[in-house]
């Protein structure tokens, strides 16, 4: 079977190392009452999430803004005077969990709901060794909710779909996502023998610059049954059946 690594942190740390991925990669540290302050005392909105963890579930976004300390956890919003106040009803929230903090990316929207792009990128066991994008697929998030997991009330759109509003070239757009695909496959690869397919998470900030949210090694295969090109789930599952099985 694929290897399969938990850590946001390690596989974070893993393709920093490398400068044409690093560009894509959010500030991000452990969480701690100083580091928490200090990234929202920057950036004004991060988001906190668990080092572990699935579906986007335990992730809440934080905002300081007015002298308004905030954090959003599911739809409900909490508002604190004091930056005490708000970090210890977050740690509440943490369960004694090891949690990260990352800067937030402002995502784009589709329809009043924010949206990022799930990337598939699998590295062909057979002849060819290589890594490959094999899909590239919307998920926008419910109203009111910050994470866009299909899981979490997300639903698939296609990525060409999403992208319309904001740029003529998307051609080009998705060429360059699958690029930064096989630019994360290999580094994860590198660090984590192993390790035969990654899924990105990745936003688009206002300018279309491409962020990478996280990087999953069990990623759901399922979402691209969405996909408008049939042709693209037959080629995930072609080479899923091909990963070594030890």
Request: charged share 30%; proline share 4%.
């Amino acid at each position: 079977m694929p290897r399969h690594v938990y850590s946001k942190w390690t596989k974070t740390n893993a393709i920093r190392k490398h400068a044409a991925i690093d560009a894509h990669v959010p500030d991000t540290r452990r969480m701690t009452r100083t580091t928490l302050f200090n990234k929202l005392k920057r950036y004004k909105m991060v988001y906190v999430k668990p080092d572990i963890g699935t579906f986007g579930n335990g992730v809440m976004r934080v905002e300081h803004k007015s002298d308004v300390y905030k954090f959003q956890k599911g739809e409900k919003i909490r508002s604190f005077e004091s930056y005490e106040d708000m970090y210890k009803s977050i740690l509440r929230h943490t369960g004694g969990k090891r949690y990260l903090v990352q800067k937030g990316i402002h995502l784009l929207k589709y329809r009043g709901g924010k949206f990022d792009l799930r990337i598939m990128v699998q590295f062909s066991a057979d002849r060819k060794r290589k890594w490959e994008t094999t899909g590239i697929i919307g998920r926008v998030a419910a109203k009111n909710k910050i994470v866009t997991n299909f899981h979490n009330g997300g639903r698939i759109v296609s990525a060409q779909r999403l992208l319309t509003p904001y740029t003529k070239d998307i051609k080009r757009s998705l060429q360059s996502l699958a690029k930064l695909g096989v630019k994360v496959g290999k580094a994860m690869q590198s660090a984590f023998p192993g390790v035969y397919v990654v899924g990105l998470d990745v936003a688009m900030d206002e300018s279309l610059h491409p962020w990478i949210l996280e990087v999953n090694t069990s990623p759901d295969p399922y979402i691209f049954k969405k996909h408008p090109d049939p042709q693209v789930f037959k080629t995930i599952m072609r080479y899923a059946r091909k990963y070594p099985k030890k």
